[in-house]
């Protein structure tokens, strides 16, 4: 008797189990037996040539099957499509299955008012980003590195004047001493230059410096980029998991 009671409960338990598997499983088990069951009937290739900037776009056929490519082998017969791509409109298009034939649909869609908007909004954020950002930091740089350029100018002009006043008291020749106050005189004005032009340019690229702070900030307190939603209007219809436990497959109907 307590054998019989164990056995029973295991396959109580077994039953339960079972009656517990998802929904959704099972309706995925149904999906393939009926994707499978196409091979048997006559069939025709389908494709979909669809017009859209970002390559990327949805199919939903009879309401009852989704693509998420443009090739794809149907059963022999007539066919209601949805298409939709992220910016678009969600277009309707009609087209028929002949037994071992391809069908080729061209489908031009066309942008949604909204995703209108966002890139003329997008454009606007561009352009005032350009202005506040990269044309200040670039002004910014080229005027830090021409700073540069004069700082190390300066130095290597100083040292060569240097050399050369250790020249002009070593030397016992007139002629030398000749041509090193000539070339300490050249030099030295150059120095002079690039010494003043260094501390012009400085002042400038702190104010430039000042100035890019400045903008960035105003920047960041006026705008911000818009953001497009691209969601799906078949998600709320379909629905596709994996994990470390199995998988399930959801219709929504």
Not at 110 to 126: G, P, S
Request: with cysteine; charged share 15%.
């Amino acid at each position: 008797m307590f054998f019989l009671s164990y056995f029973y409960k295991s396959m109580l338990g077994v039953i339960i189990k079972f009656c517990s598997v998802p929904v959704t499983l099972m309706m995925l088990m149904l999906a393939i037996t009926q994707r499978s069951s196409v091979y048997g009937q006559d069939q025709g290739v389908v494709k979909f040539l669809v017009d859209v900037d970002n390559g990327y776009f949805e199919i939903e056929i009879n309401d009852t099957m989704l693509l998420k490519r443009y090739k794809d082998t149907l059963p022999v017969g007539a066919y209601e499509a949805k298409i939709w791509s992220p910016g678009y409109v969600v277009t309707p298009v009609s087209f028929v299955i002949e037994k071992g034939k391809t069908t080729e649909l061209y489908v031009e869609m066309a942008k949604n008012n909204d995703f209108i908007a966002y890139e003329e909004n997008y454009q606007v954020y561009r352009n005032q980003f350009h202005k506040n950002y990269t044309a200040p930091l670039t002004l910014t740089l080229l005027s830090a590195l021409t700073t540069g350029g004069f700082m190390v100018r300066s130095y290597a002009l100083k040292k060569s004047i240097t050399n050369d006043i250790g020249l002009y008291y070593l030397t016992p020749l007139t002629s030398e001493i000749d041509q090193i106050n000539m070339r300490i005189a050249a030099n030295n004005k150059k120095y002079n230059f690039n010494r003043t032009a260094f501390y012009v340019n400085g002042g400038l690229t702190l104010a430039f410096l000042g100035g890019t702070i400045w903008s960035i900030r105003h920047f960041n307190q006026n705008y911000t980029e818009p953001v497009f939603f691209k969601e799906s209007p078949f998600k709320e219809k379909y629905s596709f998991q994996i994990n470390p436990f199995g998988c399930s497959f959801a219709l929504h109907i």
